[in-house]
């Protein structure tokens, strides 16, 4: 994914004095909303890619599972991704700038590592959105679109994360990033010690307004009011095409990267926590072209 990369650009972001900084207040209005998340069926979505095994970009198996999210997806199709490679892409209908959610369904090519949190857990937590987002849409909201990244994770032997990862999502900007007026990226959501305090990367105003959603949505107790250092992650290319960027990651994982990424370490109680408070954020956004 991007061990090495992230690891100094956190270390270099907390010595500068990016941790810590303060968010704009949280919007007003956070009454408890109701949430249509389930995070027993985002579970079965998150099970059933584990049980694919290791699902490299471009493998057997990673091709397998884009087949089968591509299904799961409202108006779900491919798009193509330099190196043959493809993003799965779905969407609600509705009015520009659109809202983008996303995860990386690809896992890191270690041999015997599955992912349950370090990719399935974001593209679970994805679908499920997917799901819960479509009843009740008024024709005047804005567009949603759901977008699971393929090649999040560097290639081996990559010495360079920026330059050889986020693959899907570079491409995705690229080509997008003028229909755009939001982005969430959701990853490492699943690990049942969840805390998920704002990476510097990410935008303050949209992360208050994250902050906002979670307090309504009854899962403020996972959002600490805290700064970490800055990660480089598939919301990376869209903040610096000058995009509202977010990124949901709990980055002090104790299995990072190793084998030991699997079912017992992840929870249906995390997924909800991520799921719900998204939910409630991206409503609230898609609301807005109605007034």
Same mark, same amino acid.
């Given at each position: 994914?991007?061990?090495?990369?992230?690891?100094?650009?956190?270390?270099?972001?907390?010595?500068?004095?990016?941790?810590? #900084?303060?968010?704009?207040?949280?919007?007003? %209005?956070?009454?408890?909303?109701?949430?249509?998340?389930?995070?027993?069926?985002?579970? @079965?979505?998150?099970?059933?890619?584990?049980?694919?095994?290791?699902?490299?970009?471009?493998?057997?198996?990673?091709? $397998?599972? =884009?087949?089968?999210?591509?299904?799961?997806?409202?108006?779900?199709?491919?798009?193509?991704?330099?190196?043959?490679?493809?993003?799965?892409?779905?969407?609600?209908?509705?009015?520009?700038?659109?809202?983008?959610?996303? #995860?990386?369904?690809?896992?890191?090519?270690?041999?015997?590592?599955?992912? !349950?949190?370090?990719? @399935?857990?974001?593209?679970?937590?994805?679908?499920?959105?997917?799901?819960?987002?479509?009843?009740?849409?008024?024709?005047?909201?804005?567009?949603?679109?759901?977008?699971?990244?393929?090649?999040?994770?560097?290639?081996?032997?990559?010495?360079?994360?920026?330059?050889?990862?986020?693959? %899907?999502?570079?491409?995705?900007? @690229?080509?997008?990033?003028?229909?755009?007026?939001?982005?969430?990226?959701?990853?490492?959501?699943?690990?049942?010690?969840?805390?998920?305090?704002?990476?510097?990367?990410?935008?303050? !105003?949209?992360?208050?307004?994250?902050? #906002?959603?979670?307090?309504?949505?009854?899962?403020?107790?996972?959002?600490?009011?805290?700064?970490?250092?800055?990660?480089?992650?598939?919301?990376?290319?869209?903040? $610096? =095409? %000058?995009?509202?960027?977010?990124?949901?990651?709990?980055?002090?994982?104790?299995?990072?990267?190793?084998?030991?990424?699997?079912?017992?370490?992840?929870?249906?109680?995390?997924?909800? =926590?991520? %799921?719900?408070?998204?939910?409630?954020?991206?409503?609230?956004?898609?609301?807005?072209?109605?007034?």
């Amino acid at each position: 994914m991007r061990q090495v990369s992230i690891a100094l650009v956190a270390l270099v972001a907390v010595a500068a004095g990016c941790g810590g #900084a303060a968010a704009p207040p949280a919007e007003p %209005g956070t009454a408890a909303a109701t949430v249509r998340f389930d995070e027993r069926r985002a579970f @079965a979505d998150l099970r059933a890619q584990v049980a694919l095994g290791p699902r490299p970009a471009g493998s057997a198996a990673s091709r $397998r599972l =884009a087949e089968r999210l591509r299904r799961q997806l409202p108006r779900g199709r491919f798009e193509p991704v330099p190196g043959g490679l493809r993003n799965v892409v779905g969407h609600l209908p509705g009015r520009r700038p659109a809202i983008l959610v996303g #995860a990386h369904y690809d896992t890191k090519d270690i041999p015997g590592f599955v992912g !349950a949190n370090d990719g @399935a857990s974001g593209t679970a937590t994805v679908v499920e959105l997917s799901r819960a987002l479509r009843p009740g849409r008024r024709a005047c909201e804005r567009e949603v679109r759901f977008v699971l990244f393929d090649g999040e994770e560097s290639p081996p032997g990559s010495t360079d994360f920026l330059r050889d990862g986020i693959r %899907g999502s570079r491409a995705y900007a @690229a080509r997008h990033a003028d229909a755009l007026g939001a982005v969430i990226v959701i990853d490492f959501v699943g690990d049942r010690d969840l805390s998920l305090p704002r990476e510097a990367g990410s935008d303050p !105003a949209l992360w208050a307004r994250l902050r #906002a959603a979670a307090r309504a949505a009854g899962q403020i107790r996972f959002f600490p009011p805290r700064t970490r250092g800055e990660i480089w992650d598939d919301h990376t290319p869209f903040a $610096r =095409a %000058g995009i509202p960027a977010i990124d949901l990651i709990d980055f002090d994982y104790p299995h990072f990267h190793r084998v030991s990424d699997t079912l017992d370490k992840v929870s249906p109680r995390s997924l909800r =926590a991520a %799921g719900a408070s998204v939910e409630v954020l991206v409503r609230r956004l898609a609301a807005e072209t109605c007034r």
